[in-house]
């Protein structure tokens, strides 16, 4: 394999890029947040300003430009997919997915319309969330795109 610099790249090797909110909390093993979780390398870039209050209680649009320059910093990292570390992130997912050349998901609500498939008649999709009322029906009208999906919520708080 013949290797290349490409400019403003300084690390290699790293395929997946996971958008981070500007947290601090544990991120045990299994967490996107935490790369033990993964047995490859993987790049972070952190969203200055997204925090619980802004994405989660507010599902604040003046974070939507952040997310984006958050991604193209991925990619121009030479990441070949995007993820984010917070299920909520699902209210920009569409449009981030638009922007990228790269494979985009944002949220593991994506994941509902492929579970349901599995399911038998009557069977619900079980979600914990990390609060009950900030989970919307817009979250999940964007996550199933529209699909009738029956869920059984309940959250942390």
């Not at 947040?33 to 972070?44: C, E, K, L, Q, W």
């Not at 909520?88 to 994941?111: C, G, N, R, W």
Request: hydrophobic residues 40%; glycine residues 10%.
């Amino acid at each position: 394999m013949i290797y290349k610099a490409n400019k403003g790249q300084t690390s290699y090797g790293e395929a997946i890029g996971i958008i981070l909110m500007e947290s601090y909390m544990p991120f045990p093993p299994g967490c996107p947040g935490n790369a033990t979780t993964f047995d490859y390398p993987v790049r972070y870039e952190i969203v200055k300003g997204a925090n619980m209050d802004r994405l989660v209680y507010k599902g604040d649009p003046k974070l939507l430009q952040p997310f984006i320059d958050a991604g193209w910093a991925l990619i121009n990292q030479g990441v070949s997919a995007v993820t984010g570390n917070c299920g909520f992130m699902v209210l920009y997912h569409d449009i981030l997915a638009k922007e990228f050349p790269v494979p985009t998901f944002m949220s593991s609500l994506l994941q509902l319309p492929f579970i349901s498939r599995m399911l038998k008649p009557g069977e619900k999709i079980g979600i914990i969330t990390a609060n009950y009322d900030t989970l919307t029906d817009k979250h999940l009208e964007i996550a199933t795109n529209g699909a009738d999906i029956p869920l059984a919520v309940t959250g942390m708080q």
